[in-house]
């Protein structure tokens, strides 16, 4: 299993990021996907689950605000994160559902106020 995230980036509060996640080495078609993320000094936490067929489920804190989805024929998993906030700062990762211990390296939001 290999999860590459991208599309990290420095950017002020209210502004936009789109996540992109490549995946190999499972069936990504078949499998949910989630993003993660990891602030400095906090534990991980999940952020957004998006299931086979697309549908996407959201942690309270980003709810309206982030938009999970995915390109089954692509093997992509993408987060379009809008009205940013500092706290979303931290590092963004992708991981199958149920888990993996296949994190990569995520990547880094910062969001500066």
């Known amino acids: 299993v290999q999860l590459q995230a991208s599309g990290g980036g420095t950017v002020q509060a209210g502004g936009s990021l789109r996540l992109s996640c490549a995946a190999s080495?499972?069936?990504?078609?078949?499998?949910?996907m989630v993003w993660y993320r990891q602030a400095p000094g906090r534990q991980r936490e999940l952020v957004a689950t998006?299931?086979?067929?697309?549908?996407?489920y959201y942690a309270d804190s980003v709810k309206g605000r982030f938009i999970g989805s995915r390109d089954n024929a692509k093997d992509i998993l993408y987060l379009q994160m809008s009205g940013l906030k500092p706290d979303d700062t931290g590092v963004y990762y992708c991981?199958?559902?149920?888990?993996?211990?296949?994190w990569g390296q995520g990547t880094l939001v910062t969001v500066s106020s």
């Open positions: 991981n199958r559902w149920p888990l993996t211990r296949h």
């Open positions: 080495g499972f069936i990504f078609k078949t499998n949910s």
């Open positions: 998006i299931a086979p067929d697309g549908n996407a």
